[in-house]
């Protein structure tokens, strides 16, 4: 069976890691999500995957290849130029993207799945397309249930009675919802969908097709299913999905490593001292990471590979990326450390080379970091990290 997987947005609202990672490229605890996507297909039969790729698309072509270490098929739609020698992102929609596909060589020939790149699912596949072909649909989109409260954070679809779509609101007050059924970017396709869709322009599934399809009355339909999605398209959903997997919330994610004390997982190799350290769980430190004797990590946080905390550093409910080096008694809470950017929890960032704080936090390959004395400005923003 056929699949897609959407790859080829710039991610802006993930920003600063898709400055140098691509969304789909993101990891959960050391794994890209979009290798999670694949393991799914995989498990339900889908093993030939098309995915369309634009920013950073080498990122996500060299990490997949052919897909036949993950036990698929995996084929890539580059949507982009060439321009004095290098590769150019210019996306063409989530759906110019497949028409893309179609028009370079017929591909979807059957019943296929759609799925964005940037969600954490648990869905069982095969009984949603076992529901769609049963309504005899010519394209259906699971939905989540969500809490009334939330709608305003997401694409809400209205259906009949008979789970046909007959409206979309994208992200509406409270009072202006008219369900709270929400559009969780998975879709399932007829090939006939193609025909909906114009040739060599940019264009949008949600925003363009879907609109024509209700006003048209197609058999376009809404399913409603219970599983477990994490939509990580914004710097706190990201979070979220992170604490989410150290607290176990999230099920269907492993924390890798072993796990040395109850709570506190470690990568191959990590250079500590338990007896002079205060660390409290659940923490994931990955592999040749140093933490120096006197630092204090508090979770759920995640600190990657490679990374140095150094002596009287506090680290409480972070994820540092690796290769982070945290000076002596900088103090991290509720953060986000990307090479040289500071976020907090609602996305709001630092440039720490642009506020003159690099020193503070660096690159653990950095081998001539010399620390200085604290100008009062400086105290003053290094307690506000």
Known sequence: MKAMILAAGKGTRVRPITYTIPKPMIPILQKPVMEFLVELLRQHGFNQIMVNVSHLAHEIESYFQDGQRFGVDIAYSFEGYIKDGELVGKALGSAGGIKRIQDFNPFFDDTFVVLCGDALIDLDLTAAVAWHRQK???ATVIMKTVPKEEVSSYGVVVTD???RIVAFQEKPSVEEALSNNINTGIYIFEPEI???IPSNQEYDI????????VEMGAPFYGLPMEFEWIDIGKVPDYWQAVRGVLNGTIKNVSIPGHERFPGIYTGLNVAVNWDRVNIQGPVYIGGMTKIEDGATIIGPTMIGPNCHICSGAVVDNCVIFEYSRLGSDVR???KLVFGRYCVDKTGTTIDLKAAALDWLITDSRQTDIQPRPLELKEIVSQTSL
């Open 161 to 163: 009675e008979r789970d």
């Open 194 to 196: 193609i025909d909906y």
């Open 136 to 138: 005899g649909a010519i």
């Open 332 to 334: 991290l809470v509720d």
């Open 206 to 213: 949600g925003s363009q097709l879907f609109p024509k399809l």
